[in-house]
């Protein structure tokens, strides 16, 4: 069972494509099409529909690299149809379990991310910021600065999503992974500033008592 397409709300898909593409491919499902679903022996889900498309769900890949034999680039309706019937037929009514995208380990984060973005969000973070955290639904991040990060995939730092572009958006990502680390709560404000020492002056001209 993919846990990252069950996790694919109607919401992330609209956000991925379109309102448009999405309400086609919903009302295409429950007009119950027909498709031919097999898993081949490498682990992929391979669906035939009636209409004369194939969709090829590869294993380890996200829904960007999921392939499809129509013309159109990109994730097309009949990639969004194949999400949704699937999610359909696995009955994915068990309740969201909260989970922490802190658990999202750093080689993850180097595979997904440049080595520069990197970089500069440890100083950021270093460097002390605020950040508010919430992981009762879909877990976000809200980052003083650099905007909200969601993580709408249980540990798949693939489909994390910033509202920031480029290399902004890539350190935002790091920073909320890193936040998540800081705390169990489901809900909160965390500050990533480091408290320096306590420096105290003793004057040499103080004496103790005998």
Known sequence: MRKDILSLSLQELEILTSKG???RAVKEVESDIQGEWKET??????????DSVTCVLPEA?????????CPSA?????????????QKRSAADEPKLSWNPGDIDDESLRSFLSASSLAKAKSVFD???AIELDRTET????IEGLGNVFFPVPNDVRYARSDRKGSIGEQAVAIAV???RLTHKNKGFVSTERKKPEFRFTSPMARTSP
């Open 21 to 23: 593409t999405v309400s």
């Open 41 to 50: 022996q490498d682990g992929n889900t391979e669906v035939v529909w009636e």
């Open 61 to 69: 890949a996200s829904i960007q690299d999921f392939v499809c034999t």
């Open 74 to 86: 990109g994730i097309c309706r009949h990639i969004v149809r194949t999400v949704v019937a699937y």
């Open 127 to 129: 460097s002390g910021i």
């Open 139 to 142: 877990p976000t991040a809200k």
């Open 178 to 180: 890193w936040a998540f």
